[in-house]
C-alpha cells in the first residue's frame, strides 16, 4: 500500500510544476457553534507530521481553530484534474518553526503582517497604509522579528481522500484512514 503523504507529495509537486499557486488550498474551520467557514490559504509544507499554513491568530480562522481544534482542506489541481481531501486535528507549530518561516518571507510581506489586523473592521486604506508605513519606518534597518499573534497551525491527517478524474464517470477516490493502532487504511469507494 502506499503511503498517504508521500503519494499527495508526488501529486503536490507535479502540481506545483504545472499551475500557478499549485500550493493553494481551501481551508474549512468551524467555530464553537459549529458555523463552518471556508477561505483559501498557502500549503508552506507538508510531512509525516502533517498539513502546515501560517495566519494571524487573532483572524477569523485563528479565532475558529483556538474554539475547535478540526479542520479540513480541500487542494483542486484543475490542469491535473486532481482533488485532494484532508481532514484532522490541528495544532499550533512550535515558535521556531514559526519563527524560522517568518524568517524566509519577503521583508514586505514581513511588515505586513504586523500592520494588519486580519479579519478586524478598518476604517479606510489610509488606516491600513498609515500602519504600514509605521512598521516600515520601525523595521528600517535589520532583521524584523515575527508578531507575537502571527504563527502557524499544522493539521494532522486522520482521513485523505485522493480523487482523480476518469472518462466516463469511472473517476478513481482512494480514501486513507488511521486505524486503531495509527496505520493507514486504504479503501477505494465508489466516484
Known amino acids: 500500500m502506499t503511503d498517504p503523504i508521500d503519494l499527495f507529495k508526488k501529486w503536490f509537486k507535479k502540481s506545483c510544476q504545472a499551475e500557478d499557486l499549485g500550493e ?3 481551508l474549512a474551520t468551524a467555530d464553537a457553534q459549529g458555523r463552518p467557514s471556508v477561505r483559501m490559504v498557502l500549503l508552506k509544507a507538508v510531512d509525516e507530521r502533517g498539513f502546515v499554513f501560517y495566519t494571524n491568530l487573532e483572524s477569523r480562522k485563528g479565532h475558529d481553530l483556538a474554539e475547535n481544534p478540526f479542520a479540513a482542506l480541500c487542494f483542486h489541481w484543475k490542469s491535473q484534474k486532481r482533488q485532494v481531501r484532508i481532514e484532522g486535528a490541528v495544532t499550533p507549530v512550535s515558535a521556531e518553526e514559526a519563527d524560522a518561516y517568518f524568517a524566509t518571507r ?3 510581506s ?3 503582517a504586523w500592520a494588519s489586523k486580519q479579519s478586524q473592521p478598518m476604517e479606510g486604506l489610509f ?3 498609515a500602519a504600514i508605513a509605521k512598521y516600515a519606518a ?3 534597518l ?3 522579528p515575527r508578531p507575537p499573534f502571527w504563527s502557524g497551525f499544522r493539521i494532522i491527517p ?3 481522500e485522493f480523487w482523480e478524474d476518469r472518462k466516463f464517470r469511472l473517476h478513481m477516490r482512494h480514501i486513507y484512514e488511521k486505524n486503531a493502532k495509527n496505520i493507514w ?3 477505494e469507494v465508489y466516484p
Open 24 to 26: 493553494a488550498v481551501a
Open 106 to 108: 519577503a521583508k514586505d
Open 110 to 112: 514581513q511588515i505586513g
Open 127 to 129: 488606516e491600513f497604509e
Open 138 to 140: 520601525k523595521y528600517a
Open 142 to 144: 535589520g532583521k524584523v
Open 158 to 160: 486522520s482521513r485523505i
Open 185 to 187: 487504511v486504504m479503501r
